[in-house]
């Protein structure tokens, strides 16, 4: 996978120090600090091309190596490396700086869509080593599916992006490829690289796909960024990142594998992934107890209470009207425009202060089409003892469903449960992830 195939002309003078400079779609701006002994190229993300450099993921900790060079670059048009206006330009400045100096090593950094430009130098930079943070492994929408690159537009306007695979350019051991397992288009790109037998690749718990971000808040950015400016060896780096050795059985792959078995309605098989993923980092990777939420729905009973207390899910808490408030828990549980989308169990906890009974009156649409094996019926239920009762159930999976609640001190739960699941990623091969259930539209708590 490289950049536009132009034949790069030599630039004169080197791009100044502490100055934006433009190469057609790209940007470059260059840290230059006295005697530095190591050059790092740091790429951006996705962001917003009109912010300035203050930004970027990586300046701050770039800045404060006495003895790194840096150089951060943007691809303005967002095309993912794939612009040919100014790539042989920016190429030709790059391979100028990096041979006005003896460097004693040269690094490319990149996140997502930087990640992916860190790739394409690779070949241009053979000196260089790669560290790409949630690399996408292609463009290529139209072989590998649409959930491969999440910003298409430059792509779709340009019809690109074939021929795009990633590809291995020099010595493997240059290669530090990291992903996060929070989600599953994170772990597919992961797959394809495994599958294509890529070296130097890792897997993160509990880590979202912007791993800058990640590793900032655990305070290992500036660690692993030091490591790598100044040579150290790639699996050094990759410790100091807390980061899992990826192979063809690590447990997020088997998360992956479950969630594919999970909408195939193969759940035995599915059980199987899971338990191996739990076995390996349980608790310490959210979206897997997540998982489990998914899986437990789907089976046409609730588990116990004491289950889905001990598995992390998410949250989402509302207010309505007259001091009454709504917390959600659930394997999804998120507010997109108008609607909240939750999964196949979703607990809910109602509050309306001074009241001893209330009626919930909701409408919860059930997606289009569910996956293998998926019914349609939603059934509220009560906790009794370690487990629940049921309470109502609506007359069609569209229409809404009426509950009548006494409250204690003014709160009740209430557990929600439709065992089937959609989501665009699972069934139509694109980047909307949401494994979703109920699509709660209209929403009323009053005292009974």
């Keep these: 996978m490289n950049g536009p195939a132009l034949p790069p002309p030599l630039p004169s003078p080197l791009p100044p120090p502490g100055e934006v400079t433009a190469f057609g779609a790209y940007e470059m701006l260059r840290l230059h600090r006295p005697g530095a002994r190591h050059l790092v190229v740091a790429l951006t993300g996705l962001g917003d091309a009109s912010r300035p450099y203050a930004g970027f993921e990586f300046q701050s900790s770039l800045q404060d190596l006495p003895e790194v060079d840096a150089v951060l670059l943007r691809d303005t048009s967002r095309s993912w490396w794939l612009n040919p206006e100014g790539w042989a330009e920016l190429v030709a400045a790059l391979r100028a700086l990096a041979a006005a100096r003896p460097y004693a090593s040269i690094s490319l950094l990149g996140l997502s869509l930087g990640a992916r430009g860190a790739l394409a130098l690779a070949g241009e930079l053979p000196q260089a080593r790669v560290l790409a943070l949630s690399p996408p492994y292609t463009l290529d929408r139209a072989r590998h599916g649409r959930w491969v690159v999440r910003h298409a537009r430059w792509l779709e306007a340009h019809a690109a992006g074939a021929g795009s695979d990633s590809r291995l350019v020099g010595d493997p051991a240059r290669y530090l490829l990291a992903f996060g397992d929070d989600e599953p288009i994170d772990l597919a790109s992961l797959a394809l ?11 993160l718990p509990g ?11 655990r305070r290992r950015l500036g660690r692993v960024i030091a490591l790598l400016a100044s040579g150290a060896p790639m699996p050094a780096v990759a410790a100091a990142m807390g980061a899992l050795a990826a192979h063809p059985h690590v447990y997020g792959l088997r998360m992956l594998a479950a969630r594919r078995l999970l909408f195939q309605g193969e759940l035995r098989a599915a059980d199987e992934a899971l338990e191996e993923a739990w076995a390996v980092v349980g608790a310490q990777s959210p979206r897997l107890g997540r998982l489990l939420w ?25 207010t309505l009207e007259g001091g009454a408030s709504l917390s959600f828990r659930s394997s999804e549980a998120v507010r997109v425009p108008g609607p909240v989308l939750l999964g196949p169990l979703a607990l809910l906890r109602l509050r309306l202060p001074g009241a001893t009974r209330a009626v919930l009156t909701l409408r919860a649409e059930a997606p289009p089409r569910l996956n293998a094996g998926g019914a349609t019926p939603l059934t509220a239920f009560r906790p009794e003892g370690a487990g629940w009762r049921p309470l109502a159930q609506s007359p069609a999976p569209q229409q809404p469903l009426r509950v009548e609640l006494p409250l204690e001190e003014g709160e009740a739960e209430l ?5 089937g699941f959609f989501s665009g990623f699972d069934a139509e091969g694109t980047a909307d992830q949401f494994a979703w259930a109920m699509r709660l539209r209209e929403l009323a708590l009053a005292p009974g």
């Design 193 to 203: 690289f495994e599958a294509a037998g890529w070296p130097g690749l890792f897997l």
């Design 207 to 217: 880590a979202l796909h912007n791993l800058a971000r990640v590793l900032k808040e």
């Design 294 to 318: 998914l899986r437990h729905g789907l089976d046409p009973a609730p588990p116990p209470r004491a289950v889905l207390e001990a598995l992390p899910c998410a949250t989402l808490d509302m």
């Design 415 to 419: 557990l929600l449960h439709r065992p």
